[in-house]
């Protein structure tokens, strides 16, 4: 089974957060929702606390298929400074593993030099990343070598079939989408 790292900051987007963490467990992935230090909850950007299974510390990009991060602003800056997810960013990079970022978020893995040519973000925020190939609303989902872009909430449930599909495969997508009725995601 897949593993997932979820990282969750203070201030993060609470729809893209938990569209991700749902639509993977569906798709049998089994996902960490890590906390960036040892305070388990979590409060997001319009008030909804999340409990995080663990503390990111100890994770190596050796325990993991995939890094997944939700965007929001405060919880994007908190992930730009937090040296465990940078340097965690930076070793999944180095070893090809996927890494998926919504909204804001892309911006941290700007930080880490991890963002490759053609993705997407929540719009504005491409602004403040310099690499070419900003996709804007060309689609939901961008696909860049082993890394994973998306816009901002209303894509977050295309986003997580997207890695449902990368991670576990054309079965397990099919069958998640159908029920969550998002064969939208299919035009996407």
């Known amino acids: 089974m897949p593993k997932v790292l979820v990282p969750v900051a203070t201030g993060f987007e609470e729809i893209e957060a938990v569209c991700i963490i749902d ?4 798709g049998g992935i089994e996902v960490i929702v890590g906390a960036l230090d040892e305070s388990l909850l979590v409060k997001g950007a319009h008030g909804i606390t999340v409990q995080c299974d663990r503390s990111i510390e100890g994770i ?3 325990d993991l298929d995939m890094i997944v991060l939700p965007g929001g602003g ?14 965690l960013l ?14 804001a978020a892309p911006l941290a893995l700007y930080a880490a030099g991890v963002l490759k ?11 403040e990343i310099d690499v070419p190939g900003y996709r804007g609303d060309e689609s939901a989902v961008v696909q860049s070598g082993n890394i ?11 986003f997580g079939l997207a890695i449902v599909k990368k991670l576990v495969g054309m079965e397990a997508y099919t069958r998640v989408r159908g ?7 299919e035009k996407q």
């Open 23 to 26: 639509v993977l467990r569906r």
């Open 148 to 158: 994973m872009t998306s816009r901002g909430p209303a894509t977050a449930i295309c």
């Open 179 to 185: 029920g969550l009725l998002a064969e939208y995601c």
């Open 74 to 87: 405060a919880g994007t800056k908190a992930l730009v400074h937090d040296s465990g997810v940078q340097s």
């Open 60 to 62: 190596s990009a050796d």
């Open 117 to 127: 040519e053609g993705y997407t973000c929540y719009p504005s925020v491409e602004e």
């Open 90 to 103: 930076k070793a999944m990079d180095a070893k090809g593993k996927n890494i998926g970022a919504i909204c």
